[in-house]
């Protein structure tokens, strides 16, 4: 059964295909993805040392050597991109309106138990494998790029599948509880940046809103109040005993 977050990566996929159809885009979301690959694999890393177990230790090294490799590859894409870049651009909107990658932004190492960090690091991998297939099949234009998600596809498979068995090894009798909380977790937060998007869309209408809507009748207002006033200087009365100097 599909994950939630798979089925609404499969319902954009026309916009994955716009994303990825442009080539300046495409550029921003591979050196992304190299940003992101190299901070996961540098706090994996980090988990290694703290781990108490063994194997832990074995299996969180090569997936962090396999993170950094990740982050190679797509700096190596990305820079071979932009050699091969026209001097003008080929969109008129060069953001990335849609996630990337694991998520491994919301990894948190210190004073994670195992079996937490194991189940973060399962849910972010699944959803990480039907990203990235996804990604595979927009790019098919490309054999360069398709070649490299075809790739890190294989180790994400590997890194979700361990995760889970080590996951069930140390806890066994709660592993599927800690799944569930990952994956609400990570809906949580997915949740929370949609939140702030559609918040700050918002707050831009509604300001907008009130510059046209509720400024113009205050504008319009004090130019009628301004054409009542008498042009020129206006004479105090001779029996006012105010001080012309004082401030009240």
Same mark, same amino acid.
């Not at 990825?20 to 040392?49: H, N, P, S, T, Y």
């Given at each position: 059964?599909?994950?939630?977050?798979?089925?609404?990566?499969?319902?954009?996929?026309?916009?994955?295909?716009?994303?990825?159809?442009?080539?300046?885009?495409?550029?921003?979301?591979?050196?992304?993805?190299?940003?992101?690959?190299?901070?996961?694999?540098?706090?994996?890393?980090?988990?290694?040392?703290?781990?108490?177990?063994?194997?832990?230790?074995?299996?969180?090294?090569?997936?962090?050597? $396999?993170?950094?490799?990740? %982050?190679? /590859?797509?700096?190596?894409?990305? !820079? @071979?991109?932009? +050699?091969?870049?026209?001097? &003008?651009?080929?969109?008129?909107?060069?953001?990335?309106?849609?996630?990337?990658?694991?998520?491994?932004?919301?990894?948190?190492?210190?004073?994670?138990? $195992?079996?937490?960090?194991? %189940?973060? /690091?399962?849910?972010?991998?699944? !959803? @990480?494998?039907? +990203?990235?297939?996804?990604? &595979?099949?927009?790019?098919?234009?490309?054999?360069?790029?398709?070649?490299?998600?075809?790739?890190?596809?294989?180790?994400?498979?590997?890194?979700?599948?361990?995760?889970?068995?080590?996951?069930?090894?140390?806890?066994?009798?709660?592993?599927?509880?800690?799944?569930?909380?990952?994956?609400?977790?990570?809906?949580?937060?997915?949740?929370?940046?949609?939140?702030?998007?559609?918040?700050?869309?918002?707050?831009?209408?509604?300001?907008?809103?009130?510059?046209?809507?509720?400024?113009?009748?205050?504008?319009?207002?004090?130019?009628?109040?301004?054409?009542?006033?008498?042009?020129?200087?206006?004479?105090?009365?001779?029996?006012?005993?105010?001080?012309?100097?004082?401030?009240?």
């Amino acid at each position: 059964m599909a994950s939630p977050g798979a089925l609404i990566d499969r319902a954009l996929r026309p916009v994955h295909q716009w994303v990825w159809g442009d080539f300046d885009r495409r550029v921003r979301k591979l050196i992304a993805f190299g940003e992101v690959e190299g901070d996961g694999g540098r706090d994996i890393l980090r988990a290694a040392e703290l781990t108490p177990d063994p194997l832990l230790r074995r299996l969180y090294l090569a997936h962090a050597i $396999d993170e950094l490799h990740h %982050a190679d /590859l797509f700096r190596q894409r990305s !820079a @071979a991109l932009l +050699r091969t870049r026209s001097t &003008r651009s080929s969109g008129l909107f060069n953001a990335t309106p849609l996630p990337g990658g694991h998520g491994l932004d919301d990894l948190t190492i210190e004073g994670e138990p $195992d079996h937490r960090l194991l %189940a973060f /690091l399962h849910v972010a991998e699944k !959803a @990480a494998a039907g +990203r990235f297939a996804i990604y &595979r099949e927009v790019v098919g234009d490309d054999p360069s790029t398709c070649a490299i998600f075809e790739e890190i596809l294989r180790d994400e498979v590997f890194h979700m599948n361990y995760t889970y068995t080590q996951l069930a090894r140390i806890a066994p009798a709660t592993y599927r509880r800690h799944v569930w909380r990952a994956r609400a977790s990570r809906l949580w937060k997915r949740y929370l940046r949609v939140a702030a998007v559609i918040a700050a869309v918002s707050g831009t209408v509604m300001l907008t809103l009130q510059y046209f809507v509720l400024i113009p009748p205050f504008a319009w207002m004090a130019k009628r109040a301004a054409r009542r006033e008498r042009p020129g200087w206006i004479p105090i009365p001779a029996d006012r005993i105010e001080s012309p100097t004082s401030q009240y």
